[in-house]
């Protein structure tokens, strides 16, 4: 038998692909696929055999197809689409580590397909870094799609794909510590390993998707110095109509919270860590709007002169915005301007680029 064995009179099984997964070639399609062996207690076998059927439903361009669920010597196999393409296990354990944009892309194919999942009633119960496949293209897809998932809930594929994304970017799974840092991924990896649960769906969503196209604002300013007054007054409309939008004391608003867009726009993050940076935290250390405008004054002043206020720290760049930046910056809360103010202000500096 051999390489010469084939299941169902049409899958032929060939050389191995990893542990338990051979590549298979479909004769009546004539395509190569890749089956794997269910090998599970026989008490579980037709819970398997349903969950496999399922799977097989599931239509994602993120998820690797169970094109087939056949059954040879009374044991299941699943025949599943091919896909060219490197584990990301293989490749940070034999290359390096992910960029933070390339393993937020990554997050995102992975979360949109298990969202898909879960939507038809399917948990998938096994995701990590080895399930995860990298394509030539750029992609990144989800295997392992029809194993029994043990009545697991659909939380814990979310708190998985949070510790396969602590693997890409720091080459180790989180532990009992998961890894430090300020910047938005690690913080949003953080708060989907939480022991409370992790963040909405949507607010996972939203900041993979900006993390994987946008760069924060202190990485731009590190990357390319102050910005000019028109466009720090464009950011800080950005961040006052976030704020606006909340209702509600936000508590993160500094420039590794505020994402750049290519085109130069900006939009601030939900808060998914510890709080706002020292030296972006108001004095009176209250937690109200009053507060996220002394450090949107602090952000601002380090986008128009390259780095935070300081004591005796002058304005020499802000042009138009310093009056602003003053009056936002005052110890006192009731002397910092109002939102429908800095809406004007802001809206008048912005279009005299």
Known sequence: ????????????????????????????????????ELRVPIELRDVALDEA?????????????????????????LIMEFVS????????????????????????CVLSALTAAHAAGIVHGRVDPGKVLLTPTGRAVLTG???PSLSMLPSADVWSLAA???????????????????????????????????????????????LAVDRPLDVVLEASGPLPAAHVAMIGLAVIDRL??????????????????PAGGARLLPLLGAGTLPAYTAPEG???????????????????????????????????????????????????????ELRREFGSMAHND
Not at 244 to 261: E, K, Q
Request: charged share 20%; aromatic share 6%.
């Open 286 to 340: 209250a937690q109200t709007l009053a507060a996220d405008l002394w450090s949107l004054g602090a952000t601002l002043f380090a986008a128009v002169e390259g780095a935070p206020p300081a004591p005796g720290a002058s304005l020499t760049r802000a042009g138009p915005l310093a009056p602003v930046l003053f009056r936002l910056l005052s110890g006192n809360p009731s002397e910092r301007p109002t939102l429908d």
């Open 145 to 147: 799609f029809g194993f």
């Open 164 to 210: 396969t994304l602590h693997f890409a970017i720091e080459g180790r799974p989180p532990g009992q510590v998961a890894a430090e840092g300020p910047d938005p991924l690690r913080s949003l990896v953080r708060a989907m390993l939480h022991p409370a649960g992790p963040p909405h769906t949507e607010v996972v969503r939203e900041t993979l998707e900006r």
């Open 1 to 36: 038998m051999g390489e010469t064995r084939k299941l169902a009179g049409r899958y032929r099984l060939l050389n191995p692909l990893g542990a338990s997964v051979r590549l298979a070639f479909d004769e009546s399609e004539h395509r190569d696929v890749a089956v794997r």
């Open 244 to 261: 606006r939008a909340g209702g509600a004391f936000h508590g993160g608003v500094h420039p590794g919270n505020i994402m750049i867009d």
């Open 85 to 108: 393409g490197a584990s990301l296990e293989q490749t940070v354990r034999s290359r390096r580590t992910l960029p933070v944009a390339q393993a937020a892309r990554v997050g995102v």
């Open 53 to 77: 059927r399922r799977a097989a439903e599931l239509r994602h361009p993120f998820a690797v197809r169970v094109l087939d669920v056949v059954v040879e010597d009374r044991m299941p196999w």
